[in-house]
């Protein structure tokens, strides 16, 4: 039996979206992608409504079991950054209204998991997600082709776990995993 996954690419002028439906083999099959656009010039809770309406619209058509979803890193533009956490505020908040588990996956492991290396540019993963999916160019723009690595290295690799670093639990971690783990224990000291 299929996963369906809903791969998000959180952003508030556009935030991508993908649904891929993936066998038990690992097959992946493409079952939607997109962006939902919001304009500039409107004020930020009027953007925020409007990815919140565009994703709800997703999610009620297309069921996914899962979602998937970009863990924000700091950037050097602060902007950019609010606008990425409040449309992962909006994913989490839609996804648990409708009881869906979110997971949380860094670039670098969405990148590793697509190409098998954590340092690719969006040129390597958009190419790869066409492949994977069998498509015959790559998903336009990057946000929707971001969405879609995620929802494949969800489907591939599980959820992303933040377990200590030393010890059994963290020998399955991927060094990205690890960064993190030790980043949220510090925070907590």
Known sequence: MALRVL?????LTRCGYGVIDVEPGRRARLVTVGVVRTELDLP???????????????????????????????????????????ASGVVMYLSAARGLPVTLHTPSEVKAAVTGYGSADKKQVANMVARVLGLDSPPTPADAADALALAICHAWRGPARVAPVAGAGGAALTPAQRAWAEAERASRR
Request: proline share 4%; aromatic share 4%; charged share 20%.
């Open 7 to 11: 791969g998000i690419d959180p952003g």
């Open 44 to 86: 930020v809770e009027q953007r925020v409504h409007g990815v919140a309406v565009g994703l709800e619209r997703v999610l009620d058509e297309f069921t996914p079991e899962v979602v998937a979803l970009e863990r924000v890193f700091a950037q050097q533009n602060l902007s950019t950054v609010m606008g990425t956490a409040q």
